[in-house]
């Protein structure tokens, strides 16, 4: 597995592409709801996503459904991600343990940014007019310890796009599993993200030869395959290192791996870093955090920073709580 990764990380992007090959290229642009691909959490991003065998605290509502079971308390996560070209994403999520193994969530994410002008050929600068874009999704989570290794997790959401006078509404699902494998402290992850039927635009567009136009091509939701795989070859009473790898199978794109590491000190700080292969512009994430307690509650502070090239980077702010 060490050899592995190594040469992934460091055989060049000739020998990377080798290794995964580009087959799902051709499938760019044909989903829709691409809102639902964005990150949630900035622990998560600063491991360059590599998450699904991670997560144990309130953000596993977006990661893996099964990874709710995997936290004590009761949390609640608030989230902001300052996405490409001005567009503004936000999570709520919170989790309730019902009994030792089962646990219920809630989240709602908010994608938005400020309204935009109606150009044409004529006004290129804009006519006068203004259009508004913005997503939404509401999800409601269920998670289950079946036994001390092994979760299972699901999660049904809900989402509506709109674009102008166009709305599209769907409804998706989530399911997950997270695996104590008895090696230490490894764990394997496979989750199914945003699985559901095509979905359309409804309403109306006129044409600029005044043709209306009310019936429209049907799109797959973005559904996502991810395989995870995580330990800690360092795991002492006040330090430890987590590792993480996961390959991602997106049914609009080419497959792609994620690598991850966080360095946690006594409990309180964390480092972490991240990067992923095969994917245009996205390359490295960094990120750190402070954990705290106020009046017996714990309270997360989390940032991260994710290159995207020449599209320029994105930054993530991520608090939580835990009761």
Do not use: C
Request: net charge negative; hydrophobic share 40%; aromatic share 12%.
């Amino acid at each position: 597995m060490v050899i592995l990764l190594f040469i992934l990380l460091f055989g060049g992007s000739r020998l990377s592409a080798q290794l995964i090959p580009v087959l799902g290229a051709q499938r760019t642009g044909t989903a829709a709801a691409q809102f639902l691909k964005i990150g949630v959490g900035a622990r998560a991003a600063g491991m360059g996503e590599s998450f699904v065998a991670v997560s144990n605290d309130a953000s596993a509502l977006y990661w893996n459904p099964a990874g709710i079971t995997q936290s004590t308390g009761n949390e609640i996560i608030v989230s902001h991600t300052s996405w490409l070209v001005d567009i503004r994403h936000q999570f709520v999520g919170a989790v309730v343990h019902l009994s030792p193994d089962d646990a219920v969530g809630v989240s709602l994410t908010s994608v938005h940014m400020d309204d935009m002008p109606v150009t044409t050929e004529l006004q290129p600068q804009g006519n006068g007019d203004f259009f508004r874009f913005g997503d939404l999704a509401v999800g409601v989570t269920y998670g289950r310890k079946m036994t001390p290794q092994f979760s299972f997790g699901g999660t049904v959401r809900y989402f509506v796009e709109t674009l102008d006078v166009l709305t599209m509404r769907g409804l998706v699902l989530d399911f997950g599993t997270y695996y104590w494998m008895g090696l230490g402290s490894a764990r394997f992850s496979a989750v199914v993200s945003q699985f559901g039927n095509q979905v359309s635009p409804s309403g109306s567009l006129t044409l600029l030869n005044g043709q209306a136009v009310d019936r429209f091509q049907e799109f797959s939701p973005p559904t996502t395959f991810r395989f995870g795989f995580a330990f800690e070859p360092l795991l002492e009473e006040y330090q430890s290192i987590t590792t993480a790898v996961q390959l991602n199978h997106p049914n609009d794109n080419s497959e792609n791996l994620a690598f991850g590491v966080e360095y946690q000190w006594m409990k309180t700080l964390y480092a972490r870093g991240g990067y992923k292969l095969n994917v245009d512009e996205q390359s490295f994430s960094l990120g750190g955090g402070v954990v705290t307690s106020i009046d017996f509650v714990g309270v997360n502070l989390d940032y991260s920073y994710t290159a995207f090239g020449r599209l320029g980077g994105v930054h993530r702010i991520s608090m939580g709580a835990r009761l």
